[in-house]
């Protein structure tokens, strides 16, 4: 079982800055990648970007150049930093966990962008 909890949302004026935080526990040495994803109500999530065990990162084309996914292995944490952010980033943001055989997703932070 892996639990996962998000934390770091919050209101913030356009063109500012947020870092979400995602804090693993349990069998976090079967964590393969983690994700993470945005909501807006009524809609489906939002692929925003993974970081492998390996360390490799990817980023969907709406955030690339903008926001940055890294981790704290001594923390078992994995960090969002987001950037230049716009009043279209406002949405929940989740992560999530893959392991061989099961998913994982933390409970989401809100992230409200003023314009």
């Known amino acids: 079982q892996v639990q996962l909890v998000e934390s770091g949302g919050g209101l913030v004026q356009a063109g500012g800055s947020l870092r979400l935080s995602c804090a693993a526990s349990?069998?976090?040495?079967?964590?393969?990648?983690m994700d993470w994803y945005r909501q807006a109500p009524g809609k489906q999530r939002e692929w925003v970007g993974r970081?492998?065990?390996?360390?490799?990162?990817t980023y969907a084309d709406s955030v690339k150049g903008r926001f940055t996914i890294s981790r704290d292995n001594t923390k078992n944490t994995v960090y969002l930093q987001m950037n230049d952010l716009k009043p279209e980033d406002t949405l929940v943001y989740y992560c999530?966990?893959?392991?061989?055989?099961?998913?994982?997703w933390g409970q989401g932070t809100q992230v409200t962008v003023s314009s």
């Open positions: 999530r966990g893959l392991t061989d055989d099961r998913t994982y």
């Open positions: 349990g069998t976090i040495a079967s964590i393969n990648a």
């Open positions: 970081i492998t065990r390996g360390g490799t990162t």
